[in-house]
């Protein structure tokens, strides 16, 4: 049986491809098939020759809760999930396209990877952005190797390490987001902006997207090649295991020192 389809694409403007999370009931939570969904609908867009940007959204109130949990620590899917996510960002990351996550209500944990990912964001005033991973014996693996190269240290330290949630006002003062608007003009402003964008010729574009990536220390792959270890290594702990059953059962997590 074929997977239900868990985005949609609209295309009233040639050149800008909405591509939106459909899996609401969920909070548009990251399973395999929506991983994958959305990997290959980037993918599509490169290869059409009128496309020349995307804006990424969620259904409903929640731009994208993280991953789901439920499926990501099934011995069936923990792997693939994670693969799939990396291979996800890096598409998303090094896309030749112009980019934009245009987000509202809350973006969680794998979901700010999203935005990281994306050239450009524009959150609804109503965003929060979270990093609950330590406190769900998780390591935010992936995410940091796409925020280390947006944000200063110390404020990177901050967020994953205390496991912050933040307002949209704060994620646009530390230069996390690019714009905050009312949420009901969100997707109009990010049209609005991919319009702004689409001024600049296209091969320039690409180019300077490409020397913007080429002039990292490390290629975006290497990096999250390396976070894929210690993010496989996360999932696999009995802190894990216990951070994943506390959420699921709504109770605090019961730590142990090792």
């Given amino acids: 049986m074929n997977d239900p389809r868990f985005i949609e694409i609209e295309s009233a403007d040639p050149a ?5 999370l459909n899996r609401p009931e969920k909070r548009n939570a990251l399973s395999v098939a929506l991983i994958e969904q959305l990997r290959d609908a980037i993918k599509d867009a490169a290869n059409v020759d009128e496309c020349r940007a995307i804006i990424l959204r969620g259904n409903g109130p929640v731009f994208c809760a993280g991953l789901d949990l439920k499926e990501a620590f099934s011995s069936d899917t923990t792997e693939r999930s994670a693969r799939s996510l ?3 960002y890096q598409t998303l990351a090094l896309s030749p396209l112009i980019t934009i ?3 509202q209500g809350a973006a969680m944990g794998g979901g700010v990877g999203l935005l990281a990912a994306c050239d ?3 959150a609804a005033d109503d965003l929060r952005i979270g990093f609950p991973e330590v406190r769900r014996g998780l390591v935010a693996a992936l995410v940091t190797a796409l925020l280390q190269r947006q944000l200063p240290g110390r404020v990177l330290r901050e967020l994953i390490l205390l496991g ?9 003062s530390i230069g996390l987001v690019n714009r905050v608007v ?4 969100l997707v109009d402003q ?4 991919a319009a702004e964008a689409l001024q600049g010729a296209p091969l320039a574009m690409q180019r ?3 020397l913007l990536d080429d002039l990292s220390p490390r290629s975006l792959a290497d990096d999250l090649e390396r976070a894929l270890q210690y993010h496989m290594a996360a999932r696999d702990s009995t802190e894990a295991a216990e951070g994943a059953a506390a959420f699921l059962e709504k109770r605090e997590p019961r730590w142990r020192r090792t």
């Avoid at 800008?16 to 939106?20: A, D, G, Q």
């Avoid at 912050?164 to 646009?172: K, V, W």
């Avoid at 990010?190 to 902006?193: F, G, H, P, R, T």
């Fill in 120 to 122: 450009f964001v524009v």
């Fill in 101 to 103: 996550a245009a987000a």
């Fill in 164 to 172: 912050q949630t933040i307002e949209a006002s704060r994620a646009q």
């Fill in 190 to 193: 990010a049209k609005q902006l």
């Fill in 16 to 20: 800008i491809k909405v591509i939106t």
């Fill in 208 to 210: 300077t997207k490409k």
């Fill in 182 to 185: 009312p949420a009901a003009g």
């Fill in 86 to 88: 990396a291979d996800l």
